[in-house]
């Protein structure tokens, strides 16, 4: 599945935000992010909006201790998970909403369906990532149990399917990205997960998303994998690991060829960095990290068309001002890179 939208260096954010006012962080994404908005996901404003407890409402056998994550097979949980497999065999996403304690970021960003945006953009944990961090009491990943890992793929295709549809009240034209920081460790003696089964997992949530759809991944990753997927976009930390996208430029210059977009995630999130970058030194870095992919016949011209700007990942541990002055730049850097379409 390739959507062949050429977003044409359009800004769009990852997800975190510093606010803990649900309002206020609406109002700084749409003061910023004109086109394609992004609901805001507000951990600062309670431990449920981490990405991970976020997503976690409804899972069978579901119980959270001092933030951690436990999936347990308690005395109702093949109920539960009954649940979970009818839902998704009669999909209905509805069964598994997310509730404006776990989001209130998203329910008050929908709020605003009155308005008119070439795009609205949200975002759902990846199943490779959420299987494992919520662990059995031995600390071992639900993901490993073949079972469990393939419910927390439907699970969470459940949760994006109804995602899209509410955002879809804004506008038919939705992207939804499925964020997977732990691809980084895959292979590693910490993370063994056949590449085969992480295909299908991801898959599996991708398969549940009718519009745009995309992985995100804020480290190193074996890119050439994730362009098996069935994605629209690749959304990577460019401003730190331009190089690992780099390592794979036969499977980039396929993906673009097949009209995939990717958002590169060139405007840092740490504070001190931040500091220190203009539009001019940002847009220097870009072009030196898209460089790679253009001595094989893909013109620059091609890659900025097929291409979103990002933050590195998400802004939430920014102070406020901070996180206004990475969306600052976002903006800027897209209306330059723009101008030379």
Partial sequence: MVNKVKFGCLATGIG???????????????????DIPFWPQLPKRSPKENMYLQFSEGFPGITVENDH????????????????????LENRPDDFAVSGDYAAGLHAFVSHKGEHFRFVKGQVTGP???????????????IYDETLGDTVARFLRLKAAWQEKLLKSMTENTIILVDEPYLTSLGSAFVSIPPERVVNLI??????????????????????????LPTDIISFDTYNYAQSLGLYPDDVIAFLRRGGTIAWGIVPNDEETLAGETIASLNDRLGEAMA????DGI???????????????????????????????????????????
């Fill in 203 to 228: 898959g599996e949530v991708l398969c549940g998303i009718e519009g745009i759809s995309g992985v995100h991944c804020c480290g190193g990753a074996d890119w050439s994998l994730m362009m098996r």
């Fill in 299 to 341: 013109s620059f011209r091609t890659i900025l068309e097929q291409a979103l700007v990002t933050p590195s990942c998400g802004l939430g541990l920014l102070s406020s001002e901070a996180a206004d002055h990475a969306l600052y730049l976002l903006t800027g850097l897209s209306e330059k890179l723009r101008q030379r379409l």
């Fill in 16 to 34: 975190t935000l510093p606010d803990t006012d649900a309002g206020a962080a609406c109002r700084r994404v749409f003061r910023h992010l004109k």
């Fill in 128 to 142: 490779i990532s959420w299987g494992l961090v919520a662990t059995d009491r031995q600390q071992r990943g639900i």
């Fill in 292 to 295: 790679p992919f253009t001595r």
């Fill in 69 to 88: 994550i436990y999936a347990e097979k308690s005395d109702d949980f093949d109920s539960k998970l009954e649940k979970v497999y009818v839902a998704y």
